[in-house]
T-cell receptor
Framework: NAGVTQTPKFQVLKTGQSMTLQCAQD?????MSWYRQDPGMGLRLIHY???????DQGEVPNGYNVSRSTTEDFPLRLLSAAPSQTSVYFC????????????FGDGTRLSIL | QKEVEQDPGPLSVPEGAIVSLNCTYS??????FMWYRQYSRKGPELLMY????GNKEDGRFTAQVDKSSKYISLFIRDSQPSDSATYLC????????????FGIGTKLQVIP
């Protein structure tokens, strides 16, 4: 029972490089989200999706792109990494309905030099 | 001012103590209130989920919501070393499934 799987677990990038953080869930959840977690800031929503082909911006979307071609996958792309994007990134998924909780992956720790 | 305020701690208590964790918020439209537990280098996991005002109990955990004061609490009875983690409060408006606002988390250490 995998739940939400994030890869890679750790990554170091140089400023200006691009990369994709992968997120996959096996629970057939409609909703998926990406958060970043920074000291003193808590979890902040980057982008979210309410189903395949549908995405929207969250609180801090600048510098990040997403797409959702399947129900299972929701990759997050950094087009040109900046030191301000050094953070821990979490992917979450949930089913519809008011009482459905978000299930989180274990995060990707990203450092931008 | 942040929408959700939470004291980051750290909070250290002896094993067996009753722990009280709290959050205040400013958005009166919040209807759903959650507490997540996050162990080091892991993702948050849901502990408690409550709707509107009132109390909810689950084992050693009790969640309270006071909408008139915009104040929520999580109580942990008979605290154990395994409860040592960061506790995040979270809340959202009705229908806003993806737009959850989190507190910064309170780090709790239960000392054997």
């Amino acid at each position: 029972n995998a739940g939400v799987t994030q890869t890679p677990k750790f990554q170091v990038l140089k400023t200006g490089q691009s990369m994709t953080l992968q997120c996959a869930q096996d629970m057939n959840h409609e909703y998926m989200s990406w958060y970043r977690q920074d000291p003193g800031m808590g979890l902040r929503l980057i982008h979210y999706s309410v189903g395949a082909g549908i995405t929207d911006q969250g609180e801090v979307p600048n510098g990040y792109n997403v797409s959702r071609s399947t129900t299972e996958d929701f990759p997050l792309r950094l087009l040109s990494a900046a030191p301000s994007q050094t953070s821990v990134y979490f992917c979450a998924s949930s089913s519809t309905g008011n009482n459905q909780p978000q299930h989180f992956g274990d995060g990707t720790r990203l450092s931008i030099l | 001012q942040k929408e959700v305020e939470q004291d980051p701690g750290p909070l250290s208590v002896p094993e067996g103590a009753i722990v009280s964790l709290n959050c205040t918020y400013s958005n009166s439209a919040f209807q759903y209130f959650m507490w997540y537990r996050q162990y080091s280098r892991k993702g948050p996991e849901l502990l408690m989920y409550t709707y509107s005002s009132g109390n909810k109990e689950d084992g050693r955990f009790t969640a309270q919501v006071d909408k008139s004061s915009k104040y929520i609490s999580l109580f942990i009875r008979d605290s154990q070393p395994s409860d040592s983690a960061t506790y995040l409060c979270a809340m959202r408006v009705s229908g806003g499934y993806q737009k959850v606002t989190f507190g910064i988390g309170t780090k709790l250490q239960v000392i054997p």
